[in-house]
Each structure stands twice: as structure tokens, then as C-alpha cells.
């Protein structure tokens, strides 16, 4: 039975900074590409970041480009999601994602498992 289960997640000032954690069981985690996605209250679910099977390629949607930084640890089947200078748009329902495959990619109907989610949420 595949798991993914987030961690990280809170309530934090504009300008902070979070690291959002993913861990993984049930899968031969070394060979799934991983993604977070994201949902704010009353909007559809958008892509943040995706890293391949090695952590060698890494994948961000624009709106986040030079303050998210997505990584894994294969070690310890776990991804991670540091989130810095946050701002209060940032706010949302932060998902971890797992897909097959080496190509990182923003298109969550290509993942295959999903965690249940875990609030992040910045202050003003």
C-alpha cells in the first residue's frame, strides 16, 4: 500500500520561511519522480514543483522561482519542499505527489499517488 504522508506545514509571517517534508512508504521511492502541488480555498490545485528519480533535474512553476527549492533524500524516501521569503498568496493546501517515470513534470493527472495534504499559512 502506497503512502505519502506531509509534514512541515503552519502558520508562519510574510517573508518566513517553511521546509515541507514528504515521506514515502510502499514504493520503490528511488524511481518515482515527486512533485508538490497546491490548493488554495476556493481554487483549483496548481503545480509548485516537481524533482526526477536522482534529484538531478528540478521543475518550478514561475510564481515560486528563486524562493522554493524542491529536493529528496532517496535515503530516507522523502522529499522535501523549502519554501522561503513566503508570501500570503503562498497560502494553501500543500500536496505531495509521486508519479512513475524520470521526467518531472506539472501535470498532475500524470501522478499517481497523492498525500492528504498539509496547510501552510502566511501572515500579512
Known amino acids: 500500500q502506497v503512502q505519502l504522508v506531509e509534514s512541515g506545514g503552519g502558520l508562519v509571517q510574510a517573508g518566513g520561511s517553511l521546509r515541507l517534508s514528504c515521506a514515502a512508504s510502499g514504493v520503490t521511492f528511488s524511481s518515482y519522480t515527486m512533485g508538490w502541488f497546491r490548493q488554495a480555498s476556493g481554487k483549483e490545485r496548481e503545480f509548485v514543483a516537481a524533482?526526477?528519480?536522482?534529484?538531478?533535474?528540478?521543475y518550478n512553476t514561475d510564481s515560486v522561482k528563486g524562493r522554493f527549492t524542491i529536493s529528496r533524500d532517496n535515503a530516507k524516501n522523502t522529499v522535501y519542499l523549502q519554501m522561503n521569503s513566503l508570501k500570503p498568496e503562498d497560502t494553501a493546501v500543500y500536496y505531495c505527489a509521486g508519479r512513475r517515470g524520470s521526467q518531472p513534470t506539472g501535470a498532475a493527472g500524470t501522478y499517481d499517488h497523492w498525500g492528504q495534504g498539509t496547510q501552510v499559512t502566511v501572515s500579512s
Open positions: 524533482v526526477s528519480w536522482n534529484g538531478g533535474r528540478t
